[in-house]
């Protein structure tokens, strides 16, 4: 489903979104108050404008026609929180705001952000998480306690069924696909057999997996 969404603040974060969000087939309309960001995204985006961050250019920008608005400002918490509160108070149904640490997202939340992200924090994680265990290849936070993530097949695991490593049972973690080779098991049956190189793409708290999986 094609959705019009609205990125306000291009910088180095702000664009990406954008440009992914125009890249994915939806209607993106790019705001920002910096004439040279505007610039640089006009031709990656739907439309770009540049926009005083105060209620009344907001609403004119178009703004209001969008199914969610994402607040990318870094470089200023102040101008971060107002235009989030603005967005909010003009009737925006979904808004997702970047925030810079603990404080500002407790901010966000406060106002009524519908979604708050810090990047650099989750960035932060993520790199932690691979660094500690040398065999997870990707990971993806789905909430502060859960994650799916992407690792090599451990040794122990070779050769035993996905019945018999009773992962789910005994770690709460749900083994989603293997990756093998060129092949893709989707929701591999209890009876497969794990092969030496399998890539696991597998869901569950993220303690359980680095705590106990890991330890296997």
């Given at each position: ?33 910096n004439g040279d960001n505007i610039e640089n995204i006009k031709d990656f985006v739907t439309l770009a404008k540049q926009v005083e961050y105060d209620t009344i250019s907001l609403k004119e920008s178009g703004i209001c ?68 265990s040398s065999d997870i290849l990707d990971i993806i936070e789905i909430s502060p306690e859960y994650t799916v993530q992407e690792f ?65």
């Open positions: 489903m094609v959705q019009t969404i609205g990125v306000v603040g291009l910088g180095r974060f702000g664009s990406s979104i954008a440009k992914t969000l125009n890249e994915l087939g939806h209607q993106v309309l790019a705001i920002d108050s026609e969008c199914d969610m608005v994402v607040v990318a400002i870094g470089h200023s918490i102040q101008e971060n929180i107002l235009v989030t509160l603005m967005l909010k108070e003009l009737g925006i149904k979904y808004v997702c705001a970047r925030a810079v640490d603990d404080l500002h997202e407790k901010a966000l939340e406060k106002i009524g952000a519908n979604r708050v992200i810090n990047p650099e924090k989750t960035a932060g994680i993520r790199l932690a998480n691979q660094l500690i090599t097949a451990k040794k122990e695991f070779v050769g035993k069924t996905l019945v018999e490593l009773d992962l789910r049972k005994r770690h709460n973690v749900a083994v989603l696909a293997i990756k093998r080779e060129d092949q893709l098991i989707i929701l591999p049956p209890a009876e497969e057999k794990i092969r030496k190189d399998d890539i696991l793409l597998a869901v569950g708290k993220t303690k359980n997996i680095h705590k106990d999986i890991h330890k296997e």
